[in-house]
């Protein structure tokens, strides 16, 4: 398994960037997953529905499944921040790559991506864990870096530099905290 973070101030085309290398990742005959973090409450229920029913009579887990997909909707007792490593074990182990976006202090080998626009400081100078940066505006990075830097805008060029670069981003359960 391949892992890559996608780290970056909200606002800085996160989200974009992983929603654009999925399919590219899929058509090189890639299976893909994510890690989001998210900072608010969610919900993935709703209301009246049968699984909603059941967290909201007790239930640690309600897992809900079709032929076509599976949810696993899990209710903490006392509230919990799982490490980035927790999330990755929950995955299924048959994924070629996992994009995580957001955990942009973990120590996962990531991207660091960034818009001028966003009047944002740029993290790459102090996180030794950032391997490149993607950025739509490369000419006002304001510390100079032997990193490389990818087009923001170009989905198939930041695809091109995780294949060619795939072993710096392999993953191993063994070698992580719990």
């Known amino acids: 398994m391949k892992v890559v973070g996608f780290a970056g101030y909200s606002g800085s085309g996160k989200t ?8 590219v990742l899929k058509l090189r005959g890639l299976r893909v997953s ?11 229920d709703h209301p009246g529905k ?9 239930a640690f887990e309600v897992v809900v499944a079709s032929q076509n997909r599976l949810a696993l909707i899990r209710e903490f007792e006392q509230p919990a921040e ?10 299924y182990e048959g994924v070629d790559w996992v994009l995580v976006e957001g955990f942009k202090h973990s120590d996962l080998t990531k991207i660091e991506v960034w818009r001028a626009s966003s009047g944002k400081p740029t993290r790459y100078a102090d996180d030794d864990y950032v391997v490149a940066i993607a950025t739509d505006s490369p000419g006002q990075l304001p510390t100079a870096t032997l990193r490389p830097v990818l087009d923001l805008n170009d989905a198939e060029a930041v695809a091109d530099f995780l ?4 072993n ?3 993953y191993s359960f063994e070698d992580r905290p719990a």
């Open 16 to 23: 974009t960037l992983v929603e654009k290398l999925i399919p």
């Open 50 to 58: 049968d699984t909603f029913r059941h967290r909201q009579a007790g």
């Open 168 to 170: 710096r981003f392999d």
């Open 34 to 44: 994510v890690v989001k973090h998210a900072h608010h409450k969610f919900d993935i």
């Open 82 to 91: 799982l490490t980035v490593h927790q999330l990755i074990a929950e995955l």
């Open 163 to 166: 294949v060619n670069n795939q």
